[in-house]
């Protein structure tokens, strides 16, 4: 019973940093720029664009970190 309380716990524990390995922005690539403020959350330039429309602003792909 300890054994597999003990397999039990290394599995969540294994499960809990997979997440934390993954970067957290990667699916969004798509920044917006309106009024002076940036806003990265758009996976394609589509989304981006149609929450820019009416309201003006620019949509321009996420620089890579270096």
């Known amino acids: 019973m300890r ?3 003990v397999i039990a716990f290394g ?5 809990s940093i ?12 798509w920044c917006s720029k309106h ?3 940036t806003r990265c959350a758009y996976a394609t ?14 949509c321009f792909r996420r620089q890579a970190s270096r």
């Open 11 to 15: 599995i969540l524990g294994m499960l």
């Open 3 to 5: 054994k597999l309380i």
């Open 35 to 37: 009024k002076g403020m």
């Open 18 to 29: 997979v997440p934390i390995a993954t970067p957290a922005n990667a699916a969004n690539e």
């Open 45 to 58: 330039e589509d989304q981006c664009r149609a929450s820019r429309s009416g309201r003006g602003g620019t």
